[in-house]
């Protein structure tokens, strides 16, 4: 048995060297992919995915065990207020306790009504070309223990209150919506891997109103004004608690501000790739922790500033925010803010991760955003 099984390894890895970018090589790719894209049965086991996230979302493994409900979309169709079975809405709504969600073929999802999800929900896009549009877009309202992956999002518009299906099956109220990619409410242990958002009415990703333990991976931010808010705004002071862990994404081409903008809260920002900016790639206000470590900037060449950060009433009393070991290319610089060295995300064991050096950023983001799967096992 234990020769059928190195065998089988032995051919495994011989046909994936031989499928055209099937799969980077183990020493290119970051912390994350190398825990489950090396695994050519991955399909078969798919929550394994759960052990792989780091930063401060940790390990997600309160989504897997055995009474998770195995829940698959058939149908991209959407009704806000009483969702068929089939759909997106109905397992992010409907469906009771731990829920992993996959789709059954590629599907382009026209929300009516923002979706939200609830608690020990996982979206899990691999293998398939999932696209979701609409109002609003996604939600994670009051909600603890949520995965999405492998998604394009994009074109995502505002909206005026109404009310829509929400976790557990009530119908809830919601105020003005302005039309963002992801927006996260209160919500705490979120990780967001491998998506590609772009072209939204007002940002793609908001972390805001207490949110926190949240990571942000291995996704495709482009074409875009506004990207990344952390933190609701200047007078939310229970932002001061949020934690978000922004690694290995690729923001751009054009992308104007916020990769992130961070308010009160801290963000440990590593090995992220940044094409240029207009604006400001790294900035914030009241007085939040930032650590930039081994990013790549690369300057626009022809218009936009050189200058990656941005800070707002930095003056009044100077926070930390600096630069460990990025690398800087056509003229990039940063200019840093507070004590070198006193903005550390002191993760715990289970957060905790390999920051790459910044020369390798452009080879560890290479597969950013929504995988491109293919129809065999390999990913």
Not at 58 to 65: L, S
Not at 189 to 216: A, E, M, P
Not at 292 to 299: D, L, Q, T, V
Request: hydrophobic letters at 35%; a positive charge; one cysteine or more.
């Amino acid at each position: 048995m234990a020769v059928l099984r190195h065998l089988f390894v032995v051919v495994s890895i011989a046909i994936l060297s031989f499928i055209p970018n099937a799969c980077l090589g183990a020493d290119k790719m970051n912390v994350i992919d190398q825990c489950w894209r090396l695994n050519p049965n991955w399909r078969r086991s798919r929550q394994q995915l759960a052990t792989c996230s780091v930063g401060f979302a940790g390990k997600m493994t309160n989504n897997v065990g055995k009474d998770v409900t195995l829940y698959k979309v058939t149908d991209p169709s959407d009704d806000p207020v009483n969702p068929k079975q089939g759909t997106l809405r109905y397992g992010a709504t409907m469906v009771k306790g731990k829920v992993w969600i996959t789709f059954k073929r590629n599907m382009n999802i026209k929300l009516e009504k923002p979706l939200l999800i609830s608690s020990y929900t996982a979206i899990d896009g691999r293998g398939v070309d999932v696209s979701i549009e609409g109002v609003g877009c996604l939600v994670v309202y009051k909600a603890t223990d949520v995965i999405i992956h492998s998604l394009k999002i994009h074109h995502c518009k505002s909206q005026g209150p109404s009310s829509v299906m929400g976790p557990d099956g009530k119908l809830m109220p919601l105020g003005q919506m302005d039309g963002d990619a992801i927006r996260l409410v209160t919500a705490s242990k979120v990780w967001i891997d491998h998506n590609t958002l772009y072209s939204c009415q007002d940002g793609l990703l908001d972390v805001t109103r207490g949110s926190t333990f949240v990571t942000v991976s291995n996704n495709w931010f482009r074409d875009q004004d506004k990207v990344m808010l952390l933190g609701h705004d200047d007078g939310f002071l229970r932002d001061k608690e949020m934690k978000v862990t922004v690694a290995f994404n690729h923001f751009g081409p054009n992308c104007n501000q916020r990769m992130p903008r961070v308010r009160h809260g801290y963000a440990h920002v590593a090995n992220n790739l940044y094409q240029g900016w207009e604006q400001y790639a790294i900035g914030g206000s009241m007085n939040p922790s930032i650590k930039s470590e081994s990013n790549h900037f690369i300057a626009p060449v022809e218009s936009g500033k050189k200058e990656v950060t941005w800070r707002n009433n930095a003056q009044s009393k100077p926070w930390n925010f600096y630069s460990v070991g990025d690398h800087f290319s056509n003229g990039a610089s940063f200019i840093q803010t507070g004590r070198r060295g006193t903005a550390k995300p002191n993760y715990n064991k289970e957060q905790t991760f390999r920051v790459g050096d910044a020369k390798t950023v452009q080879a560890m983001t290479s597969s950013a955003g929504a995988l491109r799967c293919s129809r065999t096992l390999t990913c």
